[in-house]
């Protein structure tokens, strides 16, 4: 693995990576956070213990600010002791090769024949439609253009809180090659049930192994999405090009070209 660093500067070992701060290897960090204490001298040593128990050396108040009604917010610096080995990391991540919006329908003419259909959805009680809408939607996100753009796509963004009952009626009834699957709201864990009953539901129905299922989101990874039987996962930052090249390369790699009408 090649070492990078700033030009004429000592490459940093990437089997002892530590954070930066002002010098390479100072292992310098910034924290932030909030305590249930009345600001004052207390709770500033309260926050510098917190620091501590961290594993931070040294760890100083940068600033420190009463929140009211028995709150404080501080920031707090501190060494941060520890090294990391970045050549053993290894994270699971979509491999396709990425294509731009000329690309992309090129290659749907060439490579599949036909246009393809891609339905997106934030499902479940999920009401957060910011991230499927800037896949979907004609304007895009980020200078990228939305699918529904798209010449070689017909792209239908069902909006938010989608039953997965409707979803996949909605897929059987436009013979959908796609589906999209946004979640945003993942407390208490509702976005894995969710997530997962949709792939149960769809596998009930026979139709897993006829979809393209890809759930995205800013806490979805590649490797949770694996893990409850997607076919890819994006988080926070992805654009619709990034999904649209791997939905294309998926179908032709796995042979589902063949119109669904």
């Given at each position: 693995m090649a070492t990078r660093g700033r030009v004429g500067a000592t490459p940093p070992d990437l089997t002892r990576v530590r954070p930066y701060g002002d010098t390479l290897d100072d292992g310098q960090v910034q924290l932030s956070f909030s305590l249930p204490v009345p600001f004052g001298p207390e709770a500033k040593e309260a926050a510098r213990q917190v620091a501590a128990k961290m594993g931070l050396q040294k760890p100083r108040i940068y600033h420190g600010k009463d929140l009211g009604e028995g709150y404080s917010y501080f920031i707090v610096y501190g060494s941060f002791p520890q090294a990391i080995d970045y050549t053993a990391i290894h994270v699971a991540k979509v491999e396709t090769e990425r294509m731009d919006f000329y690309?992309?329908?090129?290659?749907?003419?060439?490579?599949?024949?036909?246009?393809?259909?891609?339905?997106?959805?934030?499902?479940?009680?999920?009401?957060?439609?910011?991230?499927?809408?800037?896949?979907?939607?004609?304007?895009?996100?980020?200078g990228e253009y939305g699918l529904e753009r798209y010449p070689m796509i017909d792209a239908y963004n069902l909006g938010m809180q989608v039953l997965n009952e409707d979803l996949i009626a909605e897929a059987i009834e436009k013979g959908a090659d796609a589906l999209l699957v946004s979640q945003v709201v993942t407390q208490k864990d509702v976005h894995i049930q969710n997530l997962s009953e949709l792939i149960d539901m769809l596998?009930?129905?026979?139709?897993?192994?006829?979809?393209?299922?890809?759930?995205?989101?800013?806490?979805?990874?590649?490797?949770?999405?694996?893990?409850?039987?997607?076919?890819?996962?994006?988080?926070?930052?992805?654009?619709?090009?990034?999904?649209a090249s791997f939905v294309v390369q998926e179908m032709v790699s796995r042979a589902l070209t063949a119109p669904k009408k």
């Open positions: 690309e992309i329908n090129d290659y749907i003419r060439e490579q599949v024949g036909r246009k393809i259909t891609i339905l997106g959805a934030c499902t479940g009680t999920d009401a957060h439609s910011v991230g499927i809408d800037a896949i979907m939607n004609m304007k895009g996100y980020a596998e009930a129905e026979g139709l897993r192994e006829k979809l393209i299922v890809v759930a995205g989101g800013p806490r979805i990874t590649h490797k949770l999405a694996l893990e409850l039987g997607y076919d890819a996962g994006f988080g926070a930052g992805t654009t619709a090009p990034d999904v």
